[in-house]
């Protein structure tokens, strides 16, 4: 555990050299200002003072000049405490900035499958607390470094001074070492525990926050706070445990020092009654010795903090040496202007083990092959789990198949730049995502997209109106995930913002499932237009105006494609897409009586 300690401090120096060097030369000068204190007290107290109390005169020249010399100290050593404390303050700082940084951009390269595979719990405490851990030991590292150098002079100046008084002080030292080491050694598993529960504490938290409406809604209320209550507890606990050692170490470490020093005033005074040592030399050696109390505490503040900085930097390395990365290739697709085709020929896929999405039963797809030409409309028809989804993944290119080759235009996505990839598709998801900004902000993403343009993917959505209708308009902040929002605004302000980038190709995966059928026929009616179809379309569709708008109808199940062609060619001659389409129009039936339709939303 040192010397992975010790690795970590090595990386922090080499990362803010300059700052480490700043913050270790007032350290030093620090520490040796006060070994001089030391010398200047001895002498004050050996020439000035005793002579005084000898002769019961006060030397006013004598008096002056020793005032001046622990002055001229005291102010050395003030501008030593400023360099440290500055420099150790901003180095941890910048550390924690910058590692925080490193962490969150690695959390927006890894692809999709790698998030579904950790708990939001977890990457947020990798981003928050670990980075904290990792770099507490910097604010009392220069410290350590510099009182370092108190040590070795402090050492030197004892046996120049007196050498039996010194090797007395110095034989503290080894029992001051093996403390220490013993404390490492009990405190890193405790630590790690407890980081670990940090993580599981705050998953839990999040997870219950973000199901808020399912928690309430089933009455969960209780069981949540008792789920909750239970990590608390063990977080508690942990935390109580590295306490507990923390409780058990500290005054052994700071009682060594002082039982050091009363062992060199014992030696010292029987030093002067044989002659062998005078009054300013005992005082000095006296001073020294509790002065090396500092540096002694000074460097078991980072061991002690070691432990916990490890624990901390190896989950941070966890997110920094991932593996998975979606490498892009350096293609540019040409005809940027026109509608793209898409085609999937021969697509196997399959989720990793422990991925958040894999099935029971092994391969997701197998041998998918299909194209939506430039400037037409598919559906994906299929039952649940047949691989709608992850097909409309592909196309995106959130993941990559195992086999096969998705391509846009003829050229395999994985070829494409990643700026290609954005300009070219764009997905609109099940569960629409709106952040916490303007429905300006929501829809432009800082993509420099004119006012005129956000209007006009409004109007393609069917959101143009209920926008207009709110006091703010484009500026109407929509909350938390859109929380002012009715579901059906929310979806199509989604599909708004992705008509806002021009996509060449949009695919839709069952994102219109919470607006009214007649919203829905109109804002694919919209899309379809001659007049304004830039896009090729792949959408995932239940009801059956969405199907019947389709050029083309794909047929999935269970992760194949079982038939292709028109909705009319396909229900007279695939029995199970007639049998699911009919399924699905009952069902849709049903909930347009039971007015299941979200289309509220936030009053103007």
Same mark, same amino acid.
């Given at each position: 555990?040192?010397?992975?300690?010790?690795?970590?401090?090595?990386?922090?120096?080499?990362?803010?050299?300059?700052?480490?060097?700043?913050?270790?030369?007032?350290?030093?000068?620090?520490?040796?200002?006060?070994?001089?204190?030391?010398?200047?007290?001895?002498?004050?107290?050996?020439?000035?003072?005793?002579?005084?109390?000898?002769?019961?005169?006060?030397?006013?020249?004598?008096?002056?000049?020793?005032?001046?010399?622990?002055?001229?100290?005291?102010?050395?050593?003030?501008?030593?405490?400023?360099?440290?404390?500055?420099?150790?303050?901003?180095?941890?700082?910048?550390?924690?900035? %910058?590692?925080?940084?490193?962490?969150?951009? %690695?959390?927006?390269?890894?692809?999709?499958?790698?998030?579904?595979?950790?708990?939001?719990?977890?990457?947020?405490?990798?981003?928050?607390?670990?980075?904290?851990?990792?770099?507490?030991?910097?604010?009392?590292?220069?410290?350590?470094?510099?009182?370092?150098?108190?040590?070795?002079?402090?050492?030197?100046?004892?046996?120049?001074?007196?050498?039996?008084?010194?090797?007395?002080?110095?034989?503290?030292?080894?029992?001051?070492?093996?403390?220490?080491?013993?404390?490492?050694?009990?405190?890193?598993?405790?630590?790690?525990?407890?980081?670990?529960? %940090?993580?599981?504490?705050?998953?839990?938290?999040?997870?219950?926050? &973000?199901?808020?409406?399912?928690?309430?809604?089933?009455?969960?209320?209780? +069981?949540?706070?008792?789920?909750?209550?239970?990590?608390?507890?063990?977080?508690?606990?942990?935390?109580?445990?590295?306490?507990?050692?923390?409780?058990?170490?500290? #005054?052994?470490?700071?009682?060594?020092?002082?039982?050091?020093?009363?062992?060199?005033?014992?030696?010292?005074?029987?030093?002067?009654?044989?002659?062998?040592?005078?009054?300013?030399?005992?005082?000095?050696?006296?001073?020294?010795?509790?002065?090396?109390?500092?540096?002694?505490?000074?460097?078991?503040?980072?061991?002690?903090?070691?432990?916990?900085?490890?624990?901390?930097?190896?989950?941070?390395?966890?997110?920094?040496?991932?593996?998975?990365?979606?490498?892009?290739?350096?293609?540019?697709?040409?005809?940027?202007?026109?509608?793209?085709?898409?085609?999937? &020929?021969?697509?196997?896929?399959?989720?990793?083990?422990?991925?958040?999405?894999?099935?029971?039963?092994?391969?997701?797809?197998?041998?998918?092959?299909?194209?939506? #030409?430039?400037?037409?409309?598919?559906?994906?028809?299929?039952?649940?789990?047949?691989?709608?989804?992850?097909?409309?993944?592909?196309?995106?290119?959130?993941?990559?198949?195992?086999?096969?080759?998705?391509?846009?235009?003829?050229?395999?996505?994985?070829?494409?730049?990643?700026?290609?990839?954005?300009?070219?598709?764009?997905?609109?998801?099940?569960?629409?995502?709106?952040?916490?900004?303007?429905?300006?902000?929501?829809?432009?993403?800082?993509?420099?997209?004119?006012?005129?343009?956000?209007?006009?993917?409004?109007?393609?959505?069917?959101?143009?109106?209920?926008?207009?209708?709110?006091?703010?308009?484009?500026?109407?902040?929509?909350?938390?995930?859109?929380?002012?929002?009715?579901?059906?605004?929310?979806?199509?302000?989604?599909?708004?913002?992705?008509?806002?980038?021009?996509?060449?190709?949009?695919?839709?995966?069952?994102?219109?499932?919470?607006?009214?059928?007649?919203?829905?026929?109109?804002?694919?009616? +919209?899309?379809?237009?001659?007049?304004?179809?830039?896009?090729?379309?792949?959408?995932?569709?239940?009801?059956?105006?969405?199907?019947?708008?389709?050029?083309?109808?794909?047929?999935?199940?269970?992760? %194949?494609?079982?038939?292709?062609?028109?909705?009319?060619?396909?229900?007279?001659?695939?029995?199970?897409?007639?049998?699911?389409?009919?399924?699905?129009?009952?069902?849709?039936?049903?909930?347009?009586?039971?007015?299941?339709?979200?289309?509220?939303?936030?009053?103007?």
């Amino acid at each position: 555990m040192l010397l992975k300690g010790l690795r970590v401090l090595g990386r922090a120096i080499r990362d803010e050299p300059h700052i480490f060097a700043v913050a270790v030369a007032g350290s030093v000068l620090f520490s040796l200002l006060t070994i001089a204190t030391a010398f200047v007290s001895g002498e004050v107290v050996g020439r000035i003072v005793v002579p005084t109390i000898d002769s019961r005169h006060v030397g006013t020249g004598a008096l002056a000049l020793g005032g001046l010399a622990v002055l001229a100290v005291s102010l050395g050593k003030i501008v030593g405490i400023l360099g440290r404390r500055l420099g150790a303050g901003a180095m941890q700082f910048n550390l924690q900035a %910058r590692y925080r940084q490193a962490v969150t951009r %690695r959390y927006l390269r890894l692809p999709l499958e790698w998030h579904q595979r950790h708990a939001t719990g977890t990457l947020l405490s990798n981003a928050n607390a670990d980075v904290e851990s990792a770099w507490y030991p910097i604010a009392p590292f220069p410290f350590a470094v510099g009182t370092a150098v108190m040590l070795v002079a402090a050492v030197v100046s004892l046996f120049v001074t007196d050498w039996a008084m010194a090797l007395v002080g110095v034989a503290i030292f080894p029992t001051l070492l093996g403390v220490n080491v013993a404390y490492s050694r009990r405190m890193a598993p405790r630590v790690a525990r407890a980081q670990q529960l %940090r993580a599981e504490v705050s998953a839990v938290a999040h997870e219950s926050f &973000d199901g808020a409406l399912v928690v309430k809604t089933m009455g969960r209320e209780t +069981a949540e706070t008792e789920r909750f209550a239970v990590k608390a507890a063990e977080l508690r606990d942990a935390t109580i445990r590295v306490g507990r050692i923390r409780a058990l170490f500290d #005054p052994m470490l700071d009682a060594l020092p002082s039982v050091g020093t009363l062992a060199v005033l014992v030696v010292g005074g029987w030093r002067f009654q044989q002659g062998a040592a005078e009054v300013s030399e005992v005082v000095s050696v006296a001073f020294l010795f509790t002065v090396l109390a500092f540096p002694v505490r000074a460097i078991g503040w980072v061991l002690a903090e070691l432990p916990r900085s490890v624990v901390g930097w190896e989950r941070i390395r966890n997110v920094l040496d991932a593996e998975g990365d979606m490498v892009y290739g350096t293609t540019e697709l040409r005809d940027e202007q026109k509608p793209a085709a898409l085609r999937f &020929d021969d697509v196997h896929f399959a989720y990793r083990p422990g991925d958040a999405d894999a099935p029971p039963g092994g391969d997701v797809l197998t041998g998918v092959s299909f194209d939506v #030409p430039a400037g037409r409309t598919v559906a994906l028809v299929g039952p649940t789990g047949s691989g709608k989804s992850t097909i409309a993944a592909l196309a995106a290119r959130l993941v990559d198949p195992r086999a096969g080759t998705v391509a846009l235009d003829g050229v395999d996505v994985r070829e494409l730049t990643q700026e290609a990839l954005v300009r070219t598709a764009a997905l609109v998801a099940q569960v629409p995502f709106v952040f916490d900004d303007t429905i300006r902000g929501n829809i432009t993403l800082d993509r420099g997209v004119s006012d005129e343009a956000v209007w006009a993917a409004l109007r393609l959505a069917q959101a143009d109106e209920f926008v207009e209708r709110l006091a703010a308009g484009l500026d109407t902040t929509v909350g938390e995930r859109g929380t002012s929002l009715s579901g059906g605004q929310r979806q199509r302000l989604t599909i708004a913002r992705a008509l806002a980038g021009a996509p060449r190709l949009l695919v839709l995966d069952d994102a219109t499932s919470a607006v009214d059928p007649r919203v829905e026929a109109a804002i694919l009616a +919209a899309l379809r237009r001659d007049d304004a179809q830039q896009a090729s379309i792949l959408v995932v569709a239940y009801r059956r105006a969405t199907i019947a708008l389709a050029d083309e109808v794909v047929y999935l199940e269970r992760g %194949r494609v079982i038939a292709r062609g028109t909705h009319q060619e396909l229900l007279e001659t695939a029995p199970g897409y007639a049998d699911l389409v009919t399924a699905y129009e009952k069902a849709e039936a049903e909930r347009e009586r039971e007015h299941a339709f979200d289309e509220g939303g936030v009053s103007a």
